[in-house]
């Protein structure tokens, strides 16, 4: 069936880096946009950042621009997130989320996406 995990996630303080990767299996990878989504304590999950299926585009959150850099590696089926700079409001559970797709486009709202992993939780110390 298909499976996305995250790993990566961990305690970290602030002005530190990590890098996030989401292993896909059971699924044409190379057919599926991909997501990256957070949810904080206490807050609906937003978008982070998303890529067409070859990593070609890529989108962002206003407020991930500059730190967050999406990308993927298609030979692995694997998607990540790299965090810079990690700031204490950067502290949530990070998701990531396939959408298949035959065109170059940035989704950018859950319901559009299929499949979910279950989260990387990134904890940030200031």
């Known amino acids: 069936q298909v499976q996305l995990v995250e790993s990566g996630g961990g305690l970290v303080q602030a002005g530190g880096s990590l890098r996030l990767s989401c292993a896909a299996s059971?699924?044409?990878?190379?057919?599926?946009?991909m997501g990256w989504f957070r949810r904080a304590p206490g807050k609906e999950r937003e978008f982070v950042a998303a890529c067409t299926r070859r990593g070609a585009f890529t989108g962002y959150a206003e407020n991930a621009k500059g730190r967050f850099t999406i990308s993927r590696d298609n030979a692995k089926n694997t998607v990540y997130l790299q965090i810079n700079s990690l700031k204490p409001e950067d502290t949530a559970a990070y998701y990531c989320?396939?959408?298949?797709?035959?065109?170059?486009?940035?989704?950018?709202?859950?319901?559009?996406?299929?499949?979910w992993g279950q989260g990387t939780q990134v904890t940030v110390s200031s």
């Open positions: 989320a396939a959408k298949l797709s035959s065109s170059d486009w940035i989704w950018r709202f859950e319901n559009e996406y299929e499949y």
């Open positions: 059971g699924l044409t990878f190379s057919s599926y946009a």
